[in-house]
């Protein structure tokens, strides 16, 4: 089975970068949408970005031009670059990927934007 690892979080200031990365402990060549999503606390989990097996993209209003999804299928990984970040931008960040009718998800990343 296909286990899902995310790392990169972290706390940075308003208007700095962050990259995560989500690892795939098996091939994920055949699976086509994989995705990022945040939970703040006390709100709903929501989707941030999606990404296809033939890279085709989309994102939340609230993040595009900001943030942009990416994979390795070479290496079994998802990034998410995370630029000009906003202290709303807060959150717990997982990736997500629906996979032999398994819906798949890591354990989670926090980051934390603030001064």
């Known amino acids: 089975q296909v286990q899902l690892v995310e790392s990169g979080g972290g706390l940075v200031q308003p208007g700095g970068s962050l990259r995560l990365s989500c690892a795939a402990s098996?091939?994920?060549?055949?699976?086509?949408?994989m995705n990022w999503y945040r939970q703040a606390p006390g709100k709903e989990r929501e989707l941030v970005a999606v990404?296809?097996?033939?890279?085709?993209?989309s994102y939340a209003d609230s993040v595009k031009g900001r943030f942009t999804i990416s994979r390795d299928n070479a290496k079994n990984t998802m990034y998410l670059q995370m630029n000009t970040l906003k202290p709303e931008d807060t959150a717990v960040y997982y990736c997500?990927?629906?996979?032999?009718?398994?819906?798949?998800w890591g354990q989670g990343t926090q980051v934390t934007v603030s001064s």
């Open positions: 098996g091939s994920i060549f055949s699976i086509n949408f």
């Open positions: 990404i296809t097996g033939s890279g085709a993209t």
């Open positions: 997500n990927a629906p996979h032999e009718g398994r819906n798949l």
